[in-house]
């Protein structure tokens, strides 16, 4: 099978990717780097499932494959939910850097028992020019902001993510330990569910 995923992001995809490898699931992967002049899909909706809902049906509807999208982002419980569906574009436009030192800075002198955090992701497959079918599966994974960066795998906030039950943070995890605990492994473990019976409809 074919399927086009709808990211101009090449950690998620590598995560993808080696999810359905470990599964031992054949399927080649395209993402938005693939396709010639592919749109680029304002991020308009105000919530996780809205957005990915955007990625997907646009680049379905451009591509004519079907096509998976994530989208994703962290809420810290001390900054209100904070970065939440703007964790891209917190401090920079997709400035991963300056992402995470403006996440630290904000939660300067804040002790590590009121760091707690909840990353989410949600994905959507749809097929072109069908969107009232979409396929919505979401994952979650509770953690912690670290004090300092750790690690030098993943992207974005990893290093700054820190899983108590694995004492360690996400940039230092593989891709394949990180997806049995993240909430984009959650997410792409429910939809190797529930995906068969939805190609089948
Ligand atoms: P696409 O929309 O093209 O898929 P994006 O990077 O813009 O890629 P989002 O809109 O979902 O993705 O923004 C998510 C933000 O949260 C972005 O800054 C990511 O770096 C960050 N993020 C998402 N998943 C993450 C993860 O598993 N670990 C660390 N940071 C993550």
């Not at 760091?115 to 989410?120: D, G, I």
């Not at 969107?131 to 994952?139: A, H, I, Q």
């Not at 670290?146 to 795998?153: E, L």
Request: aromatic share 6%; net charge negative.
């Amino acid at each position: 099978t074919k399927f086009l995923f709808a990211t101009t992001n090449q950690g998620k995809a590598r995560e993808l990717k080696q999810a359905f490898s470990d599964q031992g699931i054949a399927a080649e992967i395209l993402t938005n780097g693939d396709l010639t002049n592919p749109p680029k899909v304002a991020e308009t909706g105000a919530t996780f499932e809205e957005n990915a809902k955007l990625k997907a049906q646009a680049l379905a509807d451009y591509s004519g494959l079907i096509t998976i999208s994530d989208d994703s982002g962290l809420m810290v419980d001390y900054l209100n939910g904070e970065p939440g569906v703007r964790s891209a574009r917190y401090a920079g436009d997709h400035d991963d850097t300056a992402n995470n030192a403006k996440l630290l800075a904000n939660l300067g002198g804040v002790p590590e028992n009121k760091r707690s955090a909840v990353f989410k992701t949600v994905i959507v497959v749809a097929r072109p020019n069908q969107p009232e079918k979409d396929l919505v599966v979401s994952g979650e994974c509770r953690g912690r902001i670290g004090i300092m960066p750790q690690g030098d795998d993943g992207f974005g906030y990893d290093p700054l993510f820190f899983v108590p039950e694995k004492g360690k943070t996400f940039a230092e995890m593989t891709t394949s330990e990180k997806n049995s605990i993240s909430h984009r492994g959650r997410a792409i473990a429910k939809l190797l569910q529930e995906l068969p019976a939805w190609l089948e409809e």
